[in-house]
């Protein structure tokens, strides 16, 4: 029997495997099941809580230091139950680098003078932690208004500002640093109203391994500018960029600092948007790219459906700045809201991987002016890959009775959020903010007493949210300073890319 | 003319003398009833038969249906006649042998003869009447054609001193009575010879070595010394078919015939003339091997030399041959030689047929009697001059300038590598590759030190002879492989097929050692399994449709000493490929599988599968046996990772077409391979008998082979799988076997022409087969197989050897493939390894991989693969990790670039060489690989664990033993202050810190290296101590290696060739009944 069947049997035998092959090797794509590590490697663009690694570094933009009226700190939280040991590598633009041991004791913030006592003109900290629980920034006390800015897990090759605004002769300094041993060459280029221009100054400029380098736009002919971005790329090794703003006029006062964008993205979401009466919001968007770019502006408003209904779009040329004045937007009501923007150049829906092309950097600028008193702040927005479900401000909420933390549910869905906050005893939550409301794609302001305000505050929420800061100025001046909470790196963070 | 007719004579005096005809029958065909009927009608009374009857064995039984069929047939048209039936088939001159037994006295005569001769009715009383007129002692009669009986073809052969045979008369002469007088002759055919029956016991018969092809030359050459005379008596006439090799095609005529010629003149020439009669053998060998390469004739000369260098392995024999005859030697060497033909008979025999072809009737004849095997072996010779001088031209950039570093083609002899040092580092207890462990070397040092050995420490030329070896070694297993279609031009094409893929010459050109070792020694495994199978052909007939059954190989016996012989070889091959190469057991594993199954469709007996099988496993397991201890490596959580030393790659994505090309990129038109998938259609198309079998082995194999290859390719397997050229070894086994296939069926076909279409398919398979080797032929003008021009190993030249701050390493990361040393895996996608100062060479081919400071690197590399630390510098420092360079390849990989902007982050590394190719870092946190650590970093060495090492850098005050030789075989000493000794290498108790005479004990430093704690100073000697059993597994291993081969080159069959023949050689299965013939009316 099987000698009759034998021979149509390895004929159907041999076709199916034919046809299998074939099928799997052209036709079939197999569903990748689960995420191989590489997958998760994709750079994750802005500063964040690592996790779990048993290690972590921050690299602090830097501050001024020999103005002695200005303070500087960096702030470390320990919401673990051991204390976290480390070096604080402090870099300046004179003197070689010096370190010294921290130790940062469990659930509790650890306070440290951004200086070191020297008196360089700049100094920028490098903090190596053993734990990647922990998080970092750094506070700028200033009498023209405090200033808390983002310490970057990163170095890069490229650094971008949307916003320099050196009108009134206010005072706009980058600060470069280089952590490496080894010199860091870059190009620093800008724009302004009348275009791109790249001083041949500006152009190779060394950067000494282990050094901070400051370099005041003003005097690289870039004064009396109101509009002003840069970029600055290296062409060999990787550095760290900062700004440092400070407001003289023409409708801005104050004092900033702020960690650079160490990269474009498509996506750049703003927690706290605002229209009102004394409030002059604009969107400084910023396209270093040679190809002209086209963003939407959508505003999250508390409807889901509001994201899709056809948002603003803009051109941003090549290489130009586009300023969006959102006060001036009759469509938007008085209020808080959210702000999506999202380049729309390219294929949209294919074109996920962000990190393969640029796009456009944005700021946002928030001036808040009453009785002839002003107070701006500058905020980066987070960008794709962003939103995380646990937030965290390392330094709290930590000046004046003036404190809030804004929310934005950048889903669809309606969450709640539970904000806690750490101290001896650990994580607790808040009373009465175990469980706020937060409905898909809108925003909420949260107060934060004062009598906590000054621990470090833990936000979580059920879907992914961006949280930012709002705090006082401190030194009695009007306004706030605004600034991004620090999200947690986590998988589902880096696959909801 | 009156003749005397001895058997119708009535006196007793005249009575004739008895002739017994004695013939050997094995699978005759239509033409057999003739034979008998010659026989009865024979006009010579006095005569009686003796057939013996051969069966076929079959499951290692004999199957004598046939036979009996043939018996009853013989016994209807000679009722008297005696037939045994005998197992198997053991050779003419054996079972003639037995007549002696069946046939009592010796007044009388035998008359031997062929199955496939046919008499005259007055042969016998001619050949009785001209031997008693004669008084010889051997008559024989003019063999004419059976087909046309006015072709001679034999009046009787003349030898020349080398026994070369001198025919006398020229191919297809026509008989004009011009050869018809009785004359004396050397030799005589055994196809039918009259022989005294005293004679021919006292010469105690044919030699019983000899089975086929030159007992009559042997036979009548001793009876020239015993006195005997031989004559032919052309007046008795037989026709001759002469089709024995037709039918028994698995016996090799050409080398049967001159291993018997040569050991018959070994035997019997006078002792004083066989050296220069030797000589005068090798000087006509060779000459006439190197001639055979054009005229067509260099099998056969090529069997004539080996048979002539063989003496030296058949001494024995030959000497016990010699003490056996001498008790015949009658007759002065110097009458011998008389009777031999003077000078050379193959000159003779030149001349003559130039003479011949003079005549234009002879040389029409001569052309139209083109032989197709003639002309297959010239075709042969000349092919293999073409293909290997393209393989010579083709690698001639390798062979003479070596191998580029590429891959994994590492300098054999880089840094301080000479053969003697390879052999040190195999006898020490002390792995020192990569990180180092203490454990057995692997046996690859060893064998390329004993291979140094043999090519006089030129390891440069080991490495050139492996690489360019690899590539005839494949092909002579496909050749091997393809023998059995017992068809030269089949095996030549699967052979060409086979070298022409461009799987070897991508292995080549992308420096993948482990795979051009598999793709060599594949073929020789499958060769090794179908000879222990036992697998022959047999074209048997359905009786119904009368056509070929598609499923009819024959499987023979294979006794135990032959099955002990091909597993020893099959474990040497293996284990020889495996100390180098271990992913070649996965893929003989499947190949194995994937051949029983194709052989059970193919409906080869159960017991040849289970041998096969056994034999497959066997050989697996053995290999590993054999590579002990170092093979305990493998036995390890990750063994499977570890034998396809694929260390977790997948999802390579290469596509369908990619891999069933066979080719990586490196060879121009590579898809042109796909044509060779036709002849594998083809095969399964046209092929029949037991040729289907063999296609369907080919068919699985390829679709087997493919199949993997593509799953693995894509994902899809929930294990892994060696890299797809591995893989695809299968897949060219197939495709070449499928080729020789197709070749041996067209071969038949156009010979016997049975079908039309077969041969119009016929005309494709060529052009198939043109197309699929192009690419490769294009390839032969690179001159090294598209080896890259610039490779990763000419920039590390920027890392400084043996610098005055220490001994270090380097660490390599990124794609496997391009990670020119053996490698771990971090991720599915990025794998590392380490490699010592100096130049990287062949010993990082190998690397143990399982150890605690292997877990230090996966965790450093982890962290920052997941971007989860800045200091990955520190991270490597106890390491002793200088360098980190990432090979980008042609095309970097995402997972690659990633890890360069890792690295990039990394504020304690230095960018030394950024290229596009290929970017070197140099970590600035780095400890020398034995240094002397400052009272912080000795403090922080107790502790485990990353924070030890983030947290603050380890420092060195100074290096330690800086020196080219590994850290285990430090010569030289160092004098120190005191203080903590750290050694970069995984903690063993065995390491020894000798200071002045104080040894010190180490400890475990950040919880996977080694430090000595040494509070005294003095001058310091750093050692590693081996136990004193590791010399003596050693001398086991060799012990066991050195068995392996003396039953692999079966030795023993050498003595068997000098062990008393008895007659148990020849086994009666079954026969008509216990008769005997007495010759008692014999008179002279």
Redesign the interface.
């Known amino acids: 029997m099987f000698?009759k069947i034998?021979?149509p049997?390895?004929?159907l035998?041999?076709m199916a495997?034919?046809g299998?092959?074939?099928f799997?090797?052209?036709i079939?794509s197999?569903e990748i099941t689960s995420l191989?590590?590489?997958e998760?490697?994709?750079?994750?663009l802005m500063p964040s809580v690592?996790g779990d690694?048993?290690?972590?570094?921050w690299f602090c933009p830097g501050v001024p230091a020999r103005d002695v009226k200005v303070k500087s700190e960096i702030v470390i939280a320990n919401p673990t139950q051991t204390p976290i040991?480390?070096?604080i590598t402090l870099l300046s633009s004179e003197e070689p680098a010096t370190s010294s041991?921290l130790i940062v004791a469990p659930l509790s913030r650890g306070v440290f003078d951004a200086t070191g006592g020297h008196k360089s003109q700049f100094i920028s900290a490098?903090i190596?932690l053993?734990s990647?629980q922990a998080s970092v920034e750094q506070r700028i006390i200033h009498l023209a208004g405090d200033s808390v800015a983002l310490c970057a897990?990163?170095?890069s090759?490229r650094w971008f500002f949307a916003d320099g605004f050196t009108g009134a002769e206010s005072d706009f300094d980058i600060l470069l640093t280089n952590?490496?041993?080894?010199s860091t060459v870059v190009d620093l280029s800008f724009v302004t109203t009348d275009g791109k221009r790249q001083p041949a100054l500006l152009k190779g400029i060394v950067l000494r391994g282990q050094s901070v380098t400051g370099i005041s736009m003003g005097e690289q002919g870039a004064r009396n500018e109101s509009v002003l971005a840069v970029s600055v790329r290296a062409t060999?090794?990787?550095f760290v960029a900062g700004k440092l703003q400070h407001f003289l006029g023409r409708g801005r006062l104050g004092f900033t600092s702020a960690l650079g964008a160490p990269t474009t993205s498509r996506q750049w979401w703003f927690a706290s948007g605002e229209k009102g009466a004394g409030v002059d919001e604009e969107l400084v968007v910023f396209n270093p790219t040679e190809i002209d770019q086209s963003v939407s502006v959508a505003f999250l408003t508390g409807s889901a459906e509001a994201l899709l209904r056809e948002p603003l779009i803009l051109t941003v040329p090549a290489g130009r700045v586009t300023t969006l004045s959102t006060s001036s937007l009759p469509a938007i009501a008085n209020g808080r809201y959210g702000i999506l923007i999202s380049s729309v150049t390219g294929d949209f829906i294919s074109s996920n991987d962000d990190t393969a092309t640029e796009f456009v950097v944005v700021e946002q600028v928030v001036s808040r002016t009453r009785e002839n008193k002003t107070g701006t702040s500058v905020i980066l927005g987070a960008p794709s890959g962003s939103p995380s479900r646990v937030w965290t401000s390392p330094s709290g909420l930590t000046v004046g009775e003036v404190g809030s933390i804004v929310v934005a549910n950048t889903t669809s869905l309606d969450t709640t959020v539970r904000v806690s906050t750490i101290g001896p005893a650990g994580a607790a939550p808040i009373v009465g903010l175990e469980k706020v409301e937060l409905k898909a794609a809108s925003v909420i302001s949260i107060a934060i007493p004062p009598s906590i305000a000054q621990l470090q505050i833990l936000i979580e929420s059920e879907t992914e949210v961006v949280v930012q800061r709002e705090f006082s100025r401190g030194h009695q001046l009007y306004g706030l300073s605004g600034v991004l909470a620090l999200p947690y790196r986590s998988p589902q963070v880096a696959t909801s890319k | 003319m009156s003749r005397v007719r001895f058997g119708s004579s009535k006196s007793g005096e005249n009575s004739a003398p008895p002739v017994v005809t004695a013939m050997v029958v094995h699978q005759p065909g239509p033409w057999f009833d003739e034979v008998l009927q010659s026989l009865a009608s024979q006009d010579y009374a006095a005569l009686s038969h003796v057939f013996f009857l051969t069966s076929q064995v079959v499951n290692a039984k004999a199957d004598t249906a046939a036979s009996q069929l043939l018996m009853k047939k013989i016994q209807t048209v000679l009722p008297e006649s005696i037939v045994r039936i005998v197992e198997g088939n053991p050779g003419f001159g054996a079972l003639i042998n037995e007549t002696q037994r069946i046939v009592e006295g010796n007044r009388g005569l035998f008359c031997v003869m062929h199955d496939d001769v046919l008499l005259q009715s007055s042969t016998i009383s001619q050949l009785v009447h001209e031997m008693l007129v004669s008084n010889a002692s051997v008559v024989g009669p003019k063999l004419v054609q059976w087909d046309n009986p006015t072709i001679l073809k034999s009046v009787g052969l003349l030898i020349d001193r080398c026994g070369e045979v001198d025919p006398l008369i020229e191919a297809n002469e026509r008989d004009q009575e011009q050869h018809d007088s009785v004359k004396d002759i050397f030799f005589i055919s055994s196809a039918c010879m009259l022989i005294r029956a005293d004679t021919f016991r006292e010469l105690d018969g044919f030699c019983r070595e000899i089975s086929f092809f030159g007992e009559d030359l042997e036979f009548c050459w001793r009876a020239h010394l015993s006195g005997a005379r031989v004559i032919v008596a052309p007046s008795a006439v037989v026709r001759h078919r002469e089709m024995f090799t037709q039918r028994a095609p698995e016996f090799s005529r050409d080398a049967l015939t001159a291993r018997h010629r040569v050991r018959t003149v070994t035997t019997l020439t006078w002792r004083l003339e066989l050296p220069l009669v030797w000589l005068q053998m090798l000087v006509t060998s060779v000459i006439e091997t190197i001639f055979g390469v054009f005229s067509g004739n260099f099998r056969g000369s090529l069997a004539n030399l080996r048979a002539t260098v063989s003496v030296f392995v058949d001494f024995a024999y030959v000497w016990g041959r010699r003490r056996e005859v001498r008790k015949v030697r009658r007759v002065p060497a110097s009458d011998i030689s008389k009777m031999q033909v003077r000078g050379s008979a193959r000159i003779t025999k030149f001349i003559r047929h130039r003479r011949a072809l003079e005549s234009s009737s002879i040389a029409s004849a001569a052309k139209s009697q083109k032989l197709w095997r003639q002309s297959s072996t010239r075709e042969a010779g000349f092919a293999l001059l073409v293909i290997f001088s393209l393989i010579i031209i083709g690698s001639r950039g390798i062979i003479l300038n070596g191998s580029r570093t590429v891959g994994e083609f590492l300098p054999f002899e880089g840094g301080a590598n000479t053969a003697g040092s390879l052999m040190q580092m195999f006898r020490s207890g002390w792995w020192s590759s990569g990180f180092g462990e203490a454990a057995a070397n692997p046996t690859g040092l060893g064998i390329l030190a004993f291979g140094g050995f043999f090519v006089f420490g030129n390891l440069a030329f080991l490495e050139t002879l492996m690489i360019v070896g690899s590539l005839f070694v494949g092909f002579f297993g496909m050749w091997r492989l393809c023998g059995s279609l017992y068809n030269t031009r089949a095996r030549l094409v699967g052979a060409t097929v086979y070298v022409a893929l461009p799987l070897s010459y991508d292995a080549i050109a992308r420096g993948r050692f482990s795979a051009l070792l598999t793709v060599a020694a594949l073929p020789w495994v499958f060769d090794l399994l179908r000879r222990s199978g036992g697998l022959q052909p047999n074209e048997r007939i359905d009786g119904s449709t009368n056509s070929l059954l598609?499923?009819s190989e024959k499987s023979t016996d294979v006794g135990i000493s032959r099955l002990t012989q091909l597993i020893s070889a099959l474990v040497l091959i293996l284990g020889l490929v495996t100390a180098f190469a271990p992913a070649i057991l996965v893929i003989t594993f499947i190949g194995v599988i994937l051949w029983c199954v194709a052989s059970v469709?193919g409906?080869t007996s159960v017991r040849s599968i289970g041998t096969m099988l056994s034999v497959g496993v066997v050989g697996v397991f053995g290999s590993l046996f054999i590579n002990l201890p170092w093979s305990m490596h493998f036995v390890s959580g990750k063994w499977w990772e570890l034998l396809t030393s694929d260390q977790s790659i997948g999802?390579r994505n290469l596509?369908?077409?990619t891999?069933?090309s066979l080719d990586f990129g490196n060879i121009t038109g590579g898809t042109l391979v796909l044509a060779s998938y036709f002849c594998v259609a083809c095969s399964?198309l046209v092929a029949n008998s037991w040729r289907f079998v063999w296609a369907?082995r080919s068919?699985?194999l390829v679709?087997?082979g493919?199949?993997l290859a593509?799953?693995d390719?894509?994902?899809?397997l929930p294990f892994q799988m060696p890299e797809p050229v591995i893989i695809l070894s299968l897949v060219a086994c197939g495709l070449a076997l499928a080729s020789a296939t197709c070749a041996s069926v067209f071969s038949e076909t156009s010979t016997k022409k049975t079908s039309d279409w077969r041969r119009s398919v016929g005309l494709l398979v060529p052009v198939a087969m043109s197309v699929a080797i192009l690419p490769t032929l294009l390839s032969v003008v690179d001159g090294r197989w598209h080896q890259p021009d610039a490779t990763v190993s000419q920039l590390f030249a920027q890392m400084p050897d043996n610098p005055a701050d220490g001994n270090y390493r380097t660490l390599f990361v990124g794609d496997n493939e391009l990670l020119p040393i053996s490698t771990n895996s971090?991720?599915?996608?990025?794998s590392y390894g380490v490699s010592d100062d100096g130049p990287v060479n062949i010993i990082s081919h190998w690397a143990p991989q399982r150890t605690a400071m292997n877990a230090l690197a996966d965790h450093a590399l982890?962290?920052l693969?997941?971007?989860?630390?800045?200091?990955v510098g520190r991270l490597m420092s106890p390491l002793a990790i200088r360098y980190i360079v990432v090979p980008l390849g042609n095309q970097p990989s995402?997972?690659s670039r990633?890890i360069i902007?890792?690295l990039?982050?990394q504020?304690?590394?230095?960018?030394l060489y950024?290229a596009k190719d290929l970017v070197i870092f140099e970590n600035?946190a780095w400890l020398p690989i034995v240094s002397l650590l400052d009272e912080e970093s000795a403090v922080a060495s107790e502790k485990v664990?990353?924070?030890a090492l983030?947290?603050?850098e380890l420092r060195s005050m100074r290096p330690l033993f800086v020196d080219d030789q590994s850290v285990s075989n430090k010569t030289v000493s160092d004098s120190f202050e005191g203080g903590t000794v750290h050694l970069a290498v995984p903690f063993n108790k065995n390491w020894q810190l000798t200071v002045d005479s104080a040894r010190l004990s180490p400890r475990v430093a950040f919880g996977a290296s080694t430090a000595f704690d040494a509070p005294i100073k003095g001058v310091a000697k750093l050692s590693f101590r081996t136990s004193k059993f590791r010399d003596l597994y050693l001398f086991v291993q060799a012990l066991i290696w050195f068995g392996l081969l003396i039953l692999a080159a079966n030795f023993s069959r050498f003595r068997r060739q000098v062990r008393a023949v008895t007659g148990e050689s020849v086994r009666l299965v079954a026969d008509d009944s216990q008769k005997i013939i007495k010759l008692d009316r014999f008179s002279k």
């Open positions: 000698e034998r021979r049997l390895v004929v035998l041999l495997s034919v299998g092959t074939i799997i090797g052209k079939y197999p191989p590590i590489t998760l490697e994709t750079k994750f690592v690694s048993l290690s972590s570094t040991t480390g070096t041991t490098i190596e053993d990647g897990n990163e170095t090759d952590p490496f041993p080894d060999s090794g990787r | 598609s499923n469709f409906g999802d596509g369908l077409v891999l069933a399964l369907l068919s699985f679709v087997g493919l199949l593509v799953l390719d894509q994902g899809l971090v991720t599915n996608k990025v982890t962290a693969i997941n971007r989860q630390t800045v200091r995402q997972s990633l902007d890792s990039s982050n504020i304690d590394l230095r960018r950024f600035s664990g990353e924070s983030i947290v603050r």
